[in-house]
């Protein structure tokens, strides 16, 4: 099973920037789809961005526009840079992982990182 740290969270203003990092511990890295996933106070978990081992990337059209996904396999790192950021951006965000190719559910990503807690302030 892939473990995942993420790291980059914190507080920002309205139309600030942040970006998410996340390690991962597998020599198969490049194989694996990655999704960034968010999770708002009293929601569900929403995904954000996907990227496949080919580098495709998809993103919620929530943050279209504004995020940019991808992915370092030489590091064994996943990335997420959020610019222009909204207070409905606050969440605790997740990188998660799947073997193979990259769906729009998130039950089928099995492994999960602990999270990083994002809050934008107005």
């Known amino acids: 099973q892939m473990q995942l740290v993420e790291s980059g969270g914190g507080s920002v203003q309205a139309g600030g920037s942040l970006r998410l990092s996340c390690a991962a511990s597998?020599?198969?890295?490049?194989?694996?789809?990655l999704d960034w996933v968010r999770q708002a106070p009293g929601k569900e978990r929403e995904g954000v961005a996907h990227?496949?081992?080919?580098?495709?990337?998809e993103f919620a059209d929530s943050v279209r526009g504004r995020f940019t996904i991808s992915r370092d396999n030489a590091k064994m790192t996943l990335y997420l840079q959020m610019n222009s950021l909204r207070p409905e951006d606050t969440a605790m965000y997740y990188c998660?992982?799947?073997?193979?190719?990259?769906?729009?559910?998130?039950?089928?990503?099995?492994?999960w990182g602990q999270g990083t807690q994002v809050t934008v302030s107005s």
């Open positions: 990227i496949d081992s080919g580098g495709s990337t």
């Open positions: 597998v020599y198969t890295f490049s194989a694996y789809c």
């Open positions: 998660a992982a799947r073997w193979g190719r990259c769906t729009y559910l998130i039950t089928d990503y099995t492994d």
